[in-house]
């Protein structure tokens, strides 16, 4: 804001009024009587005079100040208007500067030189951009601003916005946010810093703004870029871009050099008319000949460097680059390709009279190009007009049977590969929808290096052949199956230089060579050094084309050496000589038949698991629903009665036997891999120590525990409750088989996984794994007993000792952690118990702390609706919520819940739903509600989810949850916690 300046009459008045009234009185005093007296002479009159002369004096001095007062007052009120004016318009300005900041496609912000920063003004944008709302970043009051730049970024950040202050400078950057959903996002911020008249950093100010999509748009453009350069580089084809207006030659690709045979300058500097061989006239004929067909194809004749002619095929077509328009061209040599067809054409006026009584079609098939001559016999053979339909692959494929084009095309490559004539039968549909059967035999016409150059073959109808078809069909899909689908080691060398040329998966899972290992090495690096002399020698002997090589010692990665029985085969691969090689281990054929035995009882033991498990599954769920309302109104009972009251016994022992009930149905879902876990980064090390005063207590003096941990254990995801569940129960298990004392060992460390552990323990997976191993020095297993003690309720203790949940629990929850168990026994020898828990990335430990709040402090007014379809347990919530104060809607199912809020007009402050119900589940009544209503918050309740709102028994990270049964308690807790979000 300009300050008003004072015109100077004004701001001087007082002082003028002053002087001018001293000045003319000190001059009337002065010089009137001096005047006067030399004026008039006569008394009389002088006397009169000096009467006069003081009104004169008053009269002459209060005019002029009533002139000065008048002049002064006009001042004033012209300053006073111009001030209220200027009041007006700064505040429309003002108005102006703040609905412009606060509808900014962005966040406007201001902030404080102190060490974080602190924002003291934030616009409205900032709900947009970050998802805080700007109080929350004001002050810093929920989360530093600092704190939502990507981790990554931050050092950037930090880096450039000092040399910014350092330099006066104004400041642009780019980085990316962390929103509070946990979306990540690009922004754009411009800013300064302010500095006070002394030079002293006062505040940062600017604006940020999100450019995500700008940011995607530009990443994507630049490896579009890249990509598309890339391909125009290392393309094999040969390409040119051309300035329409002059012909000159602006780029060309390496292939085009290659081809032509000047370099890339050398072509830079040239015009397509320098390198085309046709006449003036006979290229304009040509343009017109492209243009009446409407194609973009050309038939030139280009000169090389050594002055050579080649006839070449040009498409050619519109390009933009930088704003201007090129012309870019592909360029195929098709000299041989001429040549081709013209003895083509000469041939097939010979063959067509021969072949038209055999009822033989004839084709040609350019491999290099593409293209596909058909003779008028193939045209009838197919029942297509040759006038409307050219012979074309996408013609001929388009005709096939959808089951025989990947066995014929198998064929065919065979066939270009391995210098065999091609043979294949088919079937086709004929435009009218009858289907034929085809047989085609053709020559494959090769250059002077062996490679493919034309296919030309006769085709003829065999449908009265249908069952040597079939035949021929299976004979293909074997051979499909022959290599890559092999269960037994093959592979493909090289019998000049012994190198790998290809090996199948089981070769590089069975020796341990990853594929790129074998493609470096020779058939004498997998032999024992003794043995390569032998096969040397085995290799320079001629042999039959079909060769039983015997048996031969090979060497594993891992320095193991196996015995091996090989059936080799000759064949020419890639254009060389080579052999294919099949290799059985006859080592370890009898160890493999037992562990064969081994895993197809792990695989039904599994099975049988599974079905027992999702028979308890469902069990727990009906079993749950029963006892929320058995617990919840024992607990008010409790709550009702006075201490002392008899009743309070009986109620006593109704919510023991609950709880006994619902750790039992806890077991049940446990075992069944069912149980609802709150997944978080645990240190295993940790869980142990914070247990080991729970295992001192339920182990008599008698056994001794010996704990040793790996101070580095990786970190692992689990639910701590659940692990020290699994280290109870093998700890009660380890206890009752060391009825006489022993030692109760306790370890941990990592175990890498590897491909062959994998292979022999059913359901394991490779990988880095935290071990923790529970061993007793008890009486032991055996092998019947080994089979069988993770099923639930088997147990091998006494009636009346044991319910047998205890260990196909742990098993529950091992499973449900993606981990894996295993028990190693012998009767006499101690029992062993290997964990194994899956690594994580995230070394970053999770320890939420939850502290139970009195009844009498989890009141509420806000309106709750319940949708349970259990009426026990809907009665017993409403009751309950009602008596701490919230106001209840009920519904029994979700259509009533659907029918209930459209006519509700008032707020809806929490869904309280079950997850599993008859028309719909819980998830899905929330997502259409939501929609009506954006601020409904959701608070799911079940005993039994079926992956609804979890994810291999692990709560979905969005989802506030109450398993069933619950207590009173821990409802309201629930409630009033979702409340608070």
Known sequence: MSRIKLNWPIKLAPDLMALIYFLAASIWILLSDKLVSVWITDPDILTRIQTYKGWGFVVVTTLLLYLLLHFYRRQITQYVDERQQIEVTLSETTRQYRTLVENLNGMVYHCQNDPDWTMEYVSAGSLTLTGYQPGELIGSRVVRYGDLIHPDDRTTVWDAVQTAIEQQNPFILIYRLITKTGEEKWVREQGRAIFSAAGELEALEGIIIDITEQQKIRLNQQESEAFYRGLFEEHPAIMFLINPDDNSIVDVNQAACNFYGWSRDDLRQMNISQINALSAAEIQAELQRAEMAGQNQFFFKHRQADGSIRDVEVFSGPIKRHGKTLRFSIIQDITERRWAEEQLSLNLERLSLATASAGIGIWDA???????????????????????IRASYETWAQTLH???????????????????????????????????????????????????????????????????????????????????????????????????????????ARYGYSREEFLAMTIKDICPAEDVSNLLADVDRERPVLQHSGEWRHRLKDGQIIDVEIDSHLIEFDGQPAALVLAQDITDRKQLE??????????????????????????????????????????????????????????????????????????????????????????????????QEMLGRLLPESINLHIHLNPRLRLITADQGQLEQVLMNLAINARDAMPGGGVLTIETDLAPLDQAYASLHSGAKPGLYVLLAIS???????????????????????????????????????????????VYSEPGQGTTFKIYLPVVSDQRIQSPVHKDTPIDQLTGSETVLIVEDEDGVRQLVIHALQACGYQVLEA?????????????????????????????????????????????????????????????????????????????????????EVLKQ
């Not at 009743?647 to 075992?671: G, M, P, Y």
């Not at 993770?790 to 449900?816: D, W, Y």
């Open 776 to 822: 007793d020095t008890g009486h032991g297993m055996d092998a019947a007993t080994q089979q069988r003690i993770f099923e639930p309720f088997f147990t091998t203790k006494g009636r009346g000792h044991g319910t047998g949940l205890g260990l196909a629990t742990v098993f529950g929850i091992i499973k449900q952690h993606q981990g894996n168990i295993w």
């Open 892 to 976: 029994a199912s979700p259509a009533q819940a659907l029918e209930l809020v459209a006519g509700y007009t008032e707020v809806i402050h929490l869904l309280l739903t079950d997850v599993i119900m008859p028309e719909m589940n819980g998830r899905q009544l929330y997502t259409r509600l939501v929609q009506q209503r954006p601020d409904l918050l959701v608070l799911f309740m079940s005993g039994y989810t079926d992956n609804v709102i979890v994810h291999h028994g692990a709560l979905d990270p969005d989802v506030a949850f109450l398993a069933k049964p619950f207590s009173m308690q821990t409802l309201l807790q629930k409630v009033r």
């Open 366 to 388: 350019n491999v290099r190009t593409g293209n596909l001559i058909w003779d008028n016999r193939m045209y009838e053979l197919y029942g297509l007009d040759q006038k409307k």
């Open 594 to 691: 037992e562990e064969n035995v081994k895993l197809t009882t792990q695989f039904y033991q599994a099975q049988k698991m599974e079905a027992i498990g999702q028979l308890a599954g469902g069990i727990a769920h009906d079993f749950n629903n029963l006892l929320v309302p058995i617990m919840g109104y024992a607990e008010m009972g409790q709550m009702t009665l006075s201490p002392d009251d008899p009743l309070q016994a009986n109620f006593n022992h109704i919510s023991q036997a609950a709880d006994r009930a619902a750790n039992l149905t806890r077991q049940i879902l446990a075992f069944s891999r069912q149980q609802i876990l709150e997944m978080k980064v645990l240190d295993l090390n940790q869980v142990v120590t914070d247990f």
């Open 402 to 508: 959808p089951d025989d084009l990947p066995a014929v095309n198998v064929i065919r490559l065979a066939a270009l590969e391995n210098s065999q004539n091609y043979h294949a039968q088919y079937r086709i549909f004929r435009p009218d929808g009858e289907m034929r059967h085809i047989e085609a035999y053709a020559t494959i016409q090769r250059d002077d290096a062996g490679q493919p150059l034309r296919i030309i073959g006769v085709n003829r109808d065999i449908t009265d052949q249908m069952l040597a078809t079939r035949a021929l069909e299976r004979s293909e899909a074997r051979y499909r199956l022959l290599f890559d689908n092999n269960p037994h080691p093959m592979w493909v060398n090289n019998l000049e230089d012994l190198t790998f040329m290809a090996v199948n998966n089981a070769a590089v």
